[in-house]
């Protein structure tokens, strides 16, 4: 088994035509190894967005290579990506995309069964346990706090052990306390399941959870922060043209 969990290599995706092209990502080079968390973070219109698309087969880099598990899957046709973006990538969204008519714990089965798989109800109840939501597991999300209902994404999204967890924004629409409790069960999915993450994040004291953090600007790598401080990676956030001219 490989590992490294995830690796683009020079990716690049632009949009557009002639004059209107633009770069969202222009060349970026990252392996994620396993268990580790990583943070990426970068102004507005940076490409953190466009890299979680291309690195998850949802978006079709212009070029470069996407490996996943050390498979290189850049060339997947839809049939094949969909089954990649099932049962090897995790995803996890700002607003929790969970279906409202089931139960937490069908959501959390429910990959299992659009892929017409058994679901496996123990491992459902071991991941809604490790997520704090042992208790919750017949009720509906609209009966559930926004926490409670990103914990329940979460548990899904770890069904499967997919090679990669990719969030986007996990904890954007959270009060900073429930924001605690969900980054700190994504935390332990690393240190104790060894799970990989990668999380897009505009939120300093999300970013601290992360074993690094890897700052974009302008479709590139322009630095990355190992063991960060949220005071660190704020004061890093409001120099990021220091990084790109050094
Ligand atoms: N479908 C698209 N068509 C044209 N341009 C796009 C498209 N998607 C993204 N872009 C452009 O690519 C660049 C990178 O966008 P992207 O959404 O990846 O940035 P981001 O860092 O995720 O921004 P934000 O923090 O605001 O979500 C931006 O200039 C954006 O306008």
């Known amino acids: 088994m490989s590992d490294t969990a995830l690796e683009v290599r020079d990716l690049t995706r632009t ?17 994620f190894r396993r268990g580790t968390f990583t943070a990426v973070m970068g ?15 949802l978006d079709t880099p212009t070029g470069g290579r996407v ?11 839809e049939e094949r ?4 973006r099932r049962e090897r990538i995790g995803f996890v969204f700002q607003g929790f995309h969970l279906l409202p008519y089931l139960s937490a714990a069908q959501n959390v089965g429910l990959p ?3 892929a017409g798989k058994r679901v496996d109800r123990e491992r459902v109840r071991y991941l809604l346990d490790r997520v704090g939501l042992a208790d919750r597991a017949h009720h509906l999300p609209g009966s559930l706090s926004g926490g409670q209902q990103q914990r329940v994404a979460i548990a ?8 990669v967890l990719l969030a986007d924004e996990p904890t954007g629409a959270l009060d900073s306390t429930t924001a605690r409790q969900v980054l700190g069960v994504l935390r332990s999915s690393v240190t104790d399941l060894g799970q990989t993450v990668v999380m897009v994040t505009h939120d300093p004291v999300a970013a601290s959870y992360a074993d690094e953090v890897v700052f974009l600007v302008d479709g590139r790598v322009a630095g990355r922060m190992a063991h960060p401080s949220a005071d660190a990676v704020a004061g890093q ?3 990021l043209d220091e990084l790109v001219s050094a």
Do not use: E, Q
Request: with cysteine; proline share 3%; hydrophobic share 40%.
């Open 15 to 31: 949009y557009g035509t002639g004059d209107n092209t633009v770069a969202a990502l222009a060349g970026i080079d990252l392996a």
């Open 67 to 77: 490996l996943v598990g050390g498979t290189d899957v850049t060339d997947w046709d």
């Open 43 to 57: 102004p507005s219109g940076s490409g953190k967005s466009t890299f979680l698309s291309c690195a998850a087969g």
């Open 237 to 239: 956030m409001a120099h």
């Open 81 to 84: 990506r969909t089954r990649l």
């Open 112 to 114: 299992s069964r659009l």
């Open 156 to 163: 899904r999204a770890l069904l499967t052990s997919p090679d």
